[in-house]
């Protein structure tokens, strides 16, 4: 082989003036053979031989030896050294405009050797992107859709393409939505229709691009996909009945396309995806809560899916997983709920329909992404709500839970929202007995921590929490806000230059709540308040300037 190699590729660089000849074209079936046998070999041999920049030129004049050149290309460039090389020599260039040429088996060539080439370099792909092959590639599809080699041949394409952002756009202004639905719809075999969603999936992450394929009937076909594979054991039907659901769950994260498939609420996708939630399908329960969960992304959306009946759906499958314990359906369920729980009036419906008490039936659980969408889905239910809000403060597995919640150091996200939930039940109860079920169970420190929070919005509500013990019950927190240097952390904050009007105002207000307890009292005077608190009273904002006055005479008053 490696005589007759190093023969072919001398003649091949004596005759490419003439690159008609028939010795071309023998030459070139010969370096196809050796790359067959040993494609290794043969590639450092055609490598060492300098053949590689005669390339451009054979490209250039198309004839019979068109596909082979470009055949050869495919096959050098299966080899990583060998992408380098050909990059070097120029053949990007040539290979992108056979692109444009009619005949198949040359397109089926160019793009094999292109896809070679580029493989796995972000940089190379994106080169492409820049050159406009995207636009040529979908019209192809277009063009040659009977022909299965070259239609695979674009979508491997496209599947490498669409992971980079830059492709999204060029896309977006392509008829590429209409025809991937268009060749889905042909599909009879799994390993095809599977090639089309890889495809879909990434593409389906570019708003302008899911309402597109809302547009072009992309959910029919997913519907119809979760209708055939849904009663079936086999797990090729498995795989692609999550693959259906989870693509319909990913178009309805735009907001167009959202809106144009729960069609006021009549919508026949939205029914459809509704009928998901009481199935005997995991999968198909999961999509369908968290399907509900981006429905519920407007006020008009939750206050239509309230009084039509969903959470009584919700909570129905909430009840089928307290025992059976899916973790992703739980999270999925909570997260639907806590959405529909934001328009007000939608709090007191949800309340009445007992949603607190199927929640907190999820309090044992040990999973972080479940406790945060309870406690996520229990503080939005009693914001404005003062019974509920005080029934639940008193709850004192609730509040002990809480607090050790409060110092999940590994998940931020629980404790957080743990911190934020001891805060609303205080501050939308403003009951006493909140106030001395928080303190009994040590809660008073962490909410003394979270108005160190580089949150503004969660340190006001800690500040705003804190006042409300100190109004309420100040003996009983006293030991607490010592031990937690709450006085300490109010003087930081009204010193800091960068705190937010809103917490050197709430930040005075402590102080003069705490100013009945003696231990308190003699801590603002140690640490100068009244020093810090007359600087304020030139400050731009006209609310904390009145209430550092007001501060002011308070200490002076009382030193």
């Known amino acids: 082989m490696a005589d007759n190699l190093s023969e072919a590729l001398k003649t091949l660089k004596l005759s490419s003036a003439d690159s008609t000849s028939d010795s071309v074209e023998n030459c070139l079936d010969c370096l196809l053979k050796a790359l067959a046998q040993n494609n290794v070999e043969a590639s450092e041999k055609i490598q060492e031989m300098g053949v590689l920049p005669m390339m451009p030129s054979l490209l250039a004049i198309q004839n019979s030896c068109t596909p082979k050149v470009a055949n050869i290309i495919a096959e050098l460039a299966k080899n990583e050294f060998m992408r380098s090389p050909c990059v070097e020599a120029g053949l990007i260039p040539p290979l992108v405009q056979l692109l444009n040429c009619k005949d198949q088996e040359v397109l089926l060539q160019t793009g094999r050797a292109l896809g070679n080439i580029c493989y796995d370099s972000h940089t190379l792909q994106a080169q492409l992107i820049s050159m406009g092959v995207i636009p040529t590639l979908v019209q192809l599809l277009g063009v040659h859709s009977q022909n299965t080699a070259l239609t695979e041949m674009c979508l491997i394409a496209f599947g490498n393409l669409a992971e980079l952002e830059s492709s999204k756009e060029q896309f977006a202004s392509t008829n590429i939505a209409e025809e991937l639905v268009r060749l889905f719809r042909k599909q009879v075999e799994h390993e095809k229709k599977e090639m089309i969603f890889e495809v879909l999936a990434p593409l389906a992450e570019n708003d302008v691009i899911k309402l597109q394929l809302v547009e072009a009937g992309l959910v029919e076909c997913l519907l119809d996909v979760v209708g055939q594979t849904v009663d079936s054991d086999r797990e090729e039907d498995t795989a692609q009945l999550k693959t259906a659901s989870d693509l319909m769950v990913l178009l309805l994260l735009g907001d167009e396309s959202m809106q144009k498939l729960f069609d006021g609420g009549k919508g026949n996708v939205f029914q459809r995806v509704l009928s998901w939630v009481p199935s005997n399908s995991h999968q198909l329960q999961l999509a369908g809560a968290l399907a509900i969960a981006n429905f519920a992304r407007n006020d008009g959306n939750c206050i239509h899916m309230v009084d039509t009946g969903i959470v009584q759906m919700l909570l129905d499958l909430l009840d089928r997983h307290v025992e059976e314990g899916n973790v992703t359906v739980q999270h999925a369920a909570l997260s639907a709920l806590r959405n529909l729980a934001i328009p007000v009036v939608n709090k007191s419906k949800m309340l009445t329909a007992g949603v607190t008490d199927v929640v907190l039936r999820f309090l044992p659980s040990e999973m972080p992404p479940v406790q945060f969408k309870l406690l996520g889905t229990l503080r939005m239910l009693i914001d404005t709500q003062a019974d509920a809000a005080e029934q639940l403060g008193m709850n004192r597995k609730l509040v002990e839970r809480l607090v050790e919640w ?72 006293e030991k607490d806000f010592v031990g937690a240097t709450l006085v300490q952390v109010l003087h930081k904050l009204l010193m ?24 308190l009292h003699k801590e603002v005077h140690s640490l100068a308040f009244i020093d810090v608190v007359s600087k304020l009273r030139t400050h731009e904002n006209k609310t904390v300037s009145h209430q550092a006055s007001l501060t002011e005479q308070r200490l002076t008053a009382q030193s």
């Open 406 to 477: 409060c110092e999940a150091k590994d998940h931020a996200g629980v404790m957080g929202e743990s911190n934020r939930l001891l805060s609303a039940l205080i501050r939308h109860s403003k009951s006493k007995e909140v106030v001395r079920t928080v303190i009994q169970y040590g809660g008073v420190k962490h909410l003394v921590t979270m108005a160190t929070s580089e949150h503004m919005i969660m340190q006001n509500e800690a500040l705003v929490a804190l006042g409300l013990i100190a109004a309420l019950d100040l003996d009983s927190a």
């Open 496 to 519: 800091e230059e960068k705190s937010a009007p809103e917490i050197k105002y709430n930040s005075m207000i402590l102080i003069c709540s705490v100013m009945g307890s003696e231990p």
